[in-house]
């Protein structure tokens, strides 16, 4: 019986594995009272660490954006103090890749006594997402300009025509004007 409990665990880790890879996430944990983190290849992929040895938090804290940091560092505190699930997106700039931005997710699992035993987490790339939105932004930006460019040729457009009206015909009126006044007078 413990035999085949054995074997259904590992070929539920394998078939969660499987899921993981080919969903393109990393997977992580970390012991409470300890900085040692244990997570799959992907993981160590997207945080740009070795593919074996030993991880600490410090190390993958060191990857993290100095503006993401405090905010990635406090929820994973907060799922270890207050049991809370979090949910963060930070930015990692990696020599190799440039920037990247990075998805987290987790929760911290309870031990018997009711303590936090391990905070257990899932990461994921979503750079491609966010140059998408940067990229959709930039031109929404691009074509408001626009629109106000264009707003603007025909609001001087019409102020030249309605300009243009009455100099005309002042003009015209001048015209006639100096006409009259070249001829010769008229008697009465």
């Given at each position: 019986?413990?035999?085949?409990?054995?074997?259904?665990a590992?070929?539920?880790?394998?078939?969660?594995?499987?899921?993981?890879?080919?969903?393109?996430?990393?997977?992580?944990?970390?012991?409470?009272?300890s900085?040692?983190?244990?997570?799959?290849?992907?993981?160590?992929?997207?945080?740009?660490?070795?593919?074996?040895?030993?991880?600490?938090?410090?190390?993958?804290?060191?990857r993290?954006?100095?503006?993401?940091?405090?905010?990635t560092?406090?929820?994973?505190?907060?799922?270890?103090n207050?049991?809370?699930?979090?949910?963060v997106?930070?930015?990692?700039?990696?020599?190799?890749?440039?920037l990247?931005?990075?998805?987290?997710t987790g929760?911290?699992?309870?031990?018997r006594?009711?303590?936090p035993?391990r905070v257990?987490?899932?990461?994921i790339?979503?750079?491609?997402?966010?140059?998408a939105?940067?990229?959709?932004?930039?031109?929404?930006t691009?074509?408001?300009?626009?629109?106000?460019?264009?707003?603007?040729?025909?609001?001087?457009?019409v102020?030249?025509?309605?300009?243009?009206?009455?100099?005309?015909?002042?003009?015209?009126?001048?015209?006639?004007?100096?006409?009259?006044?070249?001829?010769?007078?008229?008697?009465?």
């Open positions: 019986l413990l035999l085949a409990a054995r074997r259904r590992r070929e539920s880790d394998a078939n969660l594995s499987l899921a993981a890879d080919f969903g393109n996430v990393g997977l992580w944990q970390l012991a409470t009272g900085d040692r983190v244990t997570a799959t290849l992907k993981f160590r992929s997207l945080f740009g660490l070795p593919p074996s040895g030993r991880i600490t938090v410090e190390d993958i804290l060191d993290i954006h100095p503006d993401d940091r405090s905010d560092e406090k929820a994973i505190q907060n799922a270890v207050d049991l809370e699930d979090f949910s997106e930070h930015r990692m700039v990696l020599p190799d890749v440039g990247r931005w990075i998805a987290s929760h911290a699992d309870v031990s006594e009711g303590r035993a257990r987490g899932a990461s790339d979503i750079t491609a997402i966010r140059k939105e940067i990229e959709r932004q930039a031109l929404r691009e074509l408001a300009h626009l629109s106000r460019v264009s707003t603007m040729g025909q609001i001087s457009s102020l030249a025509h309605e300009l243009t009206q009455p100099l005309g015909a002042i003009l015209r009126n001048a015209e006639a004007a100096e006409l009259l006044l070249a001829q010769e007078p008229i008697t009465l």
